[in-house]
């Protein structure tokens, strides 16, 4: 076992969709002899180490979330998962902010003695290829990047003709990662959250430019659009009821049946673009 996942979330997704990714997750790392650690901001795990104390995260105790009475009323909390990550820790309310993912990920990688890192988030569902294709991938280089991916929303699978380079399919060694989220958290530089590769480079703004490959899966990653993405919601291409590999939409459905969490998405209108657009 040369290879860790780290499975990141804030909490703000439907509790049945929580529980399927947290499921996924254990699986494949089951399958691959992975270690595995989640950092959340609520208990999502049977146990867990409660970080909260950590001074690390001070920064990200300010301008919390300003949806508080929605939140704690309704729907955060723990999703009815049997599965013990190697590793769990709970962070505390912190706000939801790109910082506060680098941070996360950043805590978790300091608990981490494996040198290959694999990044999955909340919502999205990665296929059986997935960890075998990019563990090889970090073999010969620092950052490796899944470019094959679709969308799910509740009204079907679709597609997009923009490009989306998200950190949920990125991978990285260890040391690599950390020295590349440290440079962005001490300068304050978050207009773009993820690596650039030079090869992709086109003078984006804030780029932090490394050196990495493509992996072209033959399966696309599964993102899920529930409401309240951190991204938001893209431009929708046409829906459809059927996938190659994911296959038939309606039996997903459940996974956004939360009324606790419908009931915070009506809270405020903006939310369906993005998270971090909703912040004062």
Not at 89 to 106: D, E, F, K, N
Not at 112 to 120: C, R, Y
């Amino acid at each position: 076992m040369d290879t860790a996942l780290l499975f990141y979330t804030n909490n703000l997704l439907p509790a049945p969709l929580l529980n399927a990714t947290i499921l996924r997750m254990w699986e494949l790392a089951w399958e691959n002899d992975c270690f595995s650690i989640i950092s959340s901001h609520f208990p999502v795990t049977p146990s867990y180490t409660d970080v909260s104390g950590d001074e690390f995260f001070d920064p990200s105790r300010k301008d919390i979330f300003p949806f508080d009475p929605a939140i704690e009323g309704a729907f955060v909390r723990r999703p009815e998962c049997r599965v013990q990550s190697d590793v769990a820790v709970v962070t505390g309310r912190l706000a939801y902010s790109p910082m506060t993912i680098a941070r996360q990920i950043v805590h978790a990688l300091r608990r981490i003695s494996l040198e290959k890192i694999i990044l999955m988030e909340h919502d999205v569902f990665y296929p059986p290829n997935y960890i075998a294709d990019m563990s090889a991938a970090l073999d010969d280089s620092a950052f490796a990047l899944y470019d094959n991916y679709t969308f799910m929303d509740c009204d079907g699978f679709f597609s997009t003709e923009m490009e989306f380079r998200h950190l949920s399919r990125y991978a990285a060694h260890r040391a690599d990662l950390e020295n590349f989220f440290m440079s962005k958290i001490e300068e304050d530089r978050f207009a773009i959250l993820e690596p650039v590769f030079i090869d992709h480079f086109r003078g984006d703004p804030d780029a932090d430019l490394v050196k990495g490959v493509v992996v072209n899966g033959a399966v696309p990653v599964l993102d899920v659009k529930h409401g309240a993405n951190a991204a938001g919601q893209i431009l929708v291409g046409r829906h459809r009821l059927m996938d190659d590999h994911w296959g038939f939409h309606p039996k997903y459905l459940p996974l956004f049946e939360d009324q606790g969490y419908d009931a915070f998405l009506g809270t405020d209108a903006t939310l369906g673009y993005g998270l971090f657009r909703s912040m004062p």
